[in-house]
């Protein structure tokens, strides 16, 4: 099976994006032809857009923006809705991983449904996916296993996703919230993310809510 | 003040609003808007400003200064145009990085005090009422995440019957 993994963070190096592929990656399995790409920073070239039109299966990995896609892969998609349309020549499945920073994964739905309505227009199977809260932790917690501790149920979804796109299925949309209490994660990003990346540019707090 | 963001052709543009109030500025694509690349130096590198400069970087003080955002916009996927796109998503400066509980949901806190009616005017041929249905989500949440004091979205089957509304 030809499988694509579309990062789609605009932010360069390390991304929450990328964590999420690289964890699900292993979950696969063997014998399938994975061909990773990077959408930061770069526009896609139409080979790609051709090589993506033949693939099985899309599995999309994004942050959400203001409720929705990044600006630079919406531009993107809406770009290989045209391929789809002149190339496509079998059924392609489209797998979702968005991650937002608030808790609540269920505030990734609109963008869901984006994808889904995309699917749509482009001639795509939608296969559904999973929607994670507090997905800048994932940074911090990157080395700790699928199935155990803030991840556990992303463990399991990760691994019901994996089947799904082994058996050509399709996956309810999972929205998941990290398994860590809610003060304890809003404690982390404030204290230990915010405060703690300003002071290294020399900034205080009272200079993170300046007003203009 | 009142700002209209908008993807529309400078010239239709025009056509239908020849006139701009003085107390009305008006965003547009001036085709050199640098994606938001998350990297957070509006909140904690330049507080309130984008770090990438295209003309772009002052969205949040802009934001500050509105009583009213009136946004036009091809309806994509139920979503905005990719341009309308890039200038919400270069508008978090006008929020803070902190975070507060809306309805039991996790937001960011506000950074200035001012509210905004937020008017979103949807043109497009085909659109089908899924893509209506998340269009109207994504303003209603757009809404809650900028603390716009009202939002309102109107859908047009083509472009140029928004001239009467918008005039």
């Known amino acids: 099976m030809k499988i694509a993994l579309m990062n789609g963070s605009p932010k360069p190096g390390n991304n929450n994006s990328g964590i999420l592929l690289k964890k699900i990656e292993p979950l696969l399995g063997e014998g399938n032809e994975l061909t990773s790409i990077s959408t930061s920073g770069k526009e896609l070239t139409p080979d790609q857009y051709r090589a993506l039109c033949e693939m099985d299966v899309l599995l999309f990995a994004f942050p959400l923006y203001i409720d929705a896609l990044p600006s630079h892969l919406f531009r993107i998609i809406i770009e290989l809705e045209r391929y789809m349309k002149e190339y496509k020549e079998k059924e392609v499945r489209v797998y979702v991983l968005i991650n937002n920073g608030f808790y609540e994964g269920h505030q990734c739905h609109i963008a869901m449904k984006i994808m889904e309505n995309w699917c749509k227009r482009s001639g795509l199977t939608f296969c559904g996916g999973i929607g994670q809260g507090a997905g800048e932790m994932m940074g911090t917690i990157s080395n700790v296993p699928l199935g155990h501790g803030p991840l556990k149920d992303l463990g399991k979804a990760m691994v019901r996703i994996s089947e799904n796109i082994a058996n050509g299925t399709q996956v309810e949309k999972r929205m998941l919230s990290p398994n860590v209490p809610r003060f304890f994660w809003k404690l982390m990003a404030t204290h230990f993310f915010w405060n703690t990346t300003a002071r290294k540019n020399h900034l205080n707090r009272r200079d993170i809510l300046r007003k203009l | ?167």
């Not at chain 2, 002052?58 to 509105?66: A, I, P, T």
């Not at chain 2, 009583?67 to 796109?85: A, N």
């Not at chain 2, 996790?106 to 949807?122: A, E, I, K, L, P």
């Not at chain 2, 998340?134 to 979205?153: M, P, Q, R």
């Open chain 2, 1 to 167: 003040m009142k700002m209209i963001i908008h993807d529309l052709d400078s010239a239709v543009f025009n056509s239908f609003i020849p006139h701009v109030a003085s107390d009305i500025s008006v965003l547009s694509d001036t085709g050199h808007i640098k994606p938001c690349i998350g990297c957070f130096g509006c909140w904690i590198k330049t507080p309130g400003i984008c770090v990438r400069k295209d003309g772009y970087e002052n969205l949040g003080k802009m934001l500050s200064e509105c009583d009213e955002v009136t946004i036009i916009s091809k309806c994509i996927y139920g979503s905005y145009s990719p341009f309308i796109r890039n200038v919400l998503d270069r508008s978090i400066p006008y929020l803070l990085p902190y975070f507060t509980s809306k309805n039991g949901e996790t937001h960011h806190q506000r950074r200035y005090n001012n509210s905004f009616v937020f008017t979103v005017h949807f043109y497009g041929e085909d659109l089908t009422e899924a893509e209506r249905e998340t269009a109207k989500e994504l303003v209603a949440a757009n809404g809650i995440n900028f603390y716009s004091s009202k939002e309102k979205v109107f859908f047009y089957d083509r472009m140029e019957s928004m001239k009467g509304a918008l005039g």
